[in-house]
């Protein structure tokens, strides 16, 4: 019953796009995909343009993005009660597949994850260099005040003075082997319970620009840490796993529509840490739609025209 509710849940997507660089020859036409994406911004945006380009391509396209937690949305293309979203490569090794350790290099473990979740009936396309991984970051008066930069340097100040160290974390870092406690362990860091607090995403920047928390969790694409003038903390022993984002299609529906991988590529190719920050401050710093916002690089990069 559960699935069958969620089957029902999304809307279709009805964006009036041609193809422009992508989706020539709508080698999609006739298919019907539905589009996941996790609730957050950036997942937002990554959602409506895989499905924008599908719509190019000639697809029906129904709009399932904006589902809770990382698990909602890999679990229903899993089930195949969604055919594709972003997903990325630090969450599908550690989080899906439960290794503890992430690989450093990128490619390698994009390949990794590849092989590993084909036997869960998903496949991984060519991956971007869109990199959302975990950062710690600090108001521009709190880095005057203690001048940390990197990682190894938070670690030696919260023990030379263990009240400096204040956090404001998601409920969902603070609990991930790839979030507090993994870092904690790997630079030797005990954070007291009391110096971290857990709030949501919007909070957390927002109160680590007041300084209401010496260092707050970031996401190193998210465009509120150029606009606020955070300053990111290095993860200088490469602790946090690569996050590079990628689509994820269910292997039945890839194998019934293989133009999806040609259709996706060269938006994909596209999208870096730049790409990400601009278009996802647009959203959280100015207030605007993630799918208008999305629409608007698909058509000024050329990928898509509208009628």
Same mark, same amino acid.
């Given at each position: 019953?559960?699935?069958?509710?969620?089957?029902?849940?999304?809307? $279709?997507?009805?964006?009036?796009?041609?193809? !422009?660089? *992508?989706?020539?020859?709508? $080698?999609?036409?006739?298919?019907?995909?539905?589009?996941?994406?996790?609730?957050?911004?950036?997942?937002?945006?990554?959602?409506?343009?895989?499905?924008?380009?599908?719509?190019?391509?000639?697809?029906?396209?129904?709009?399932?993005?904006?589902?809770?937690?990382?698990?909602?949305?890999?679990?229903?293309? *899993?089930?195949?009660?969604?055919?594709?979203? &972003?997903?990325?490569?630090?969450? !599908?090794?550690?989080?899906?597949?439960?290794?503890?350790?992430?690989?450093?290099?990128?490619?390698?473990?994009?390949?990794? *994850?590849?092989?590993?979740?084909?036997?869960?009936?998903?496949?991984?396309?060519? $991956?971007?260099?869109?990199?959302?991984?975990?950062?710690?970051?600090?108001?521009?008066?709190?880095?005057?005040?203690?001048?940390?930069?990197?990682?190894?340097?938070?670690?030696?100040?919260?023990?030379?003075?263990?009240?400096?160290?204040?956090?404001?974390?998601?409920?969902? &870092?603070?609990?991930?082997?790839?979030?507090?406690?993994?870092?904690?362990?790997?630079? !030797?860091?005990?954070?007291?319970?009391?110096?971290?607090?857990?709030?949501?995403?919007?909070?957390?920047?927002?109160?680590?620009?007041?300084?209401?928390?010496?260092?707050?969790?970031?996401?190193?694409?998210?465009?509120?840490?150029?606009?606020?003038?955070?300053?990111?903390?290095?993860?200088?022993?490469? &602790?946090?796993?690569?996050?590079?984002?990628?689509?994820?299609?269910?292997?039945?529906?890839?194998?019934?529509? $293989?133009?999806?991988?040609? *259709?996706?590529?060269?938006?994909?190719?596209?999208?870096?840490?730049?790409?990400?920050?601009?278009?996802?401050?647009?959203?959280?710093?100015? !207030?605007?739609?993630?799918?208008?916002?999305?629409?608007?690089?698909?058509?000024?990069?050329?990928?898509?025209?509208?009628?």
């Amino acid at each position: 019953m559960v699935a069958g509710c969620g089957l029902t849940s999304g809307s $279709p997507m009805v964006d009036d796009v041609e193809p !422009g660089t *992508v989706g020539r020859g709508k $080698p999609l036409e006739g298919a019907k995909l539905t589009v996941t994406s996790k609730e957050f911004t950036e997942q937002l945006i990554l959602g409506a343009i895989m499905g924008i380009a599908f719509q190019a391509a000639g697809a029906e396209v129904i709009d399932r993005t904006g589902i809770q937690g990382s698990v909602g949305s890999r679990e229903a293309v *899993v089930k195949g009660e969604a055919d594709a979203g &972003f997903e990325y490569t630090g969450t !599908g090794w550690i989080t899906y597949l439960g290794n503890s350790r992430p690989i450093p290099d990128p490619r390698e473990q994009w390949l990794a *994850v590849r092989e590993a979740d084909a036997k869960n009936g998903v496949t991984w396309l060519e $991956p971007s260099e869109l990199n959302n991984t975990y950062a710690l970051a600090m108001n521009q008066a709190n880095y005057e005040r203690y001048r940390t930069r990197t990682l190894s340097e938070v670690a030696e100040l919260a023990t030379s003075d263990p009240g400096a160290v204040t956090l404001c974390v998601e409920g969902e &870092f603070a609990n991930r082997a790839d979030g507090l406690p993994g870092l904690e362990k790997a630079y !030797g860091m005990s954070i007291p319970a009391g110096n971290v607090t857990q709030m949501d995403t919007g909070i957390i920047y927002t109160q680590t620009a007041k300084g209401a928390c010496t260092y707050g969790e970031v996401f190193t694409t998210d465009g509120r840490i150029k606009s606020m003038n955070l300053v990111v903390m290095e993860d200088d022993k490469k &602790f946090f796993p690569n996050y590079n984002a990628a689509p994820t299609v269910n292997s039945k529906t890839l194998k019934k529509w $293989p133009a999806i991988a040609g *259709v996706l590529a060269p938006v994909t190719e596209k999208l870096d840490n730049t790409v990400a920050q601009t278009l996802n401050a647009r959203v959280d710093v100015d !207030g605007e739609d993630p799918h208008q916002v999305a629409l608007d690089w698909m058509v000024a990069e050329g990928f898509v025209k509208e009628r």
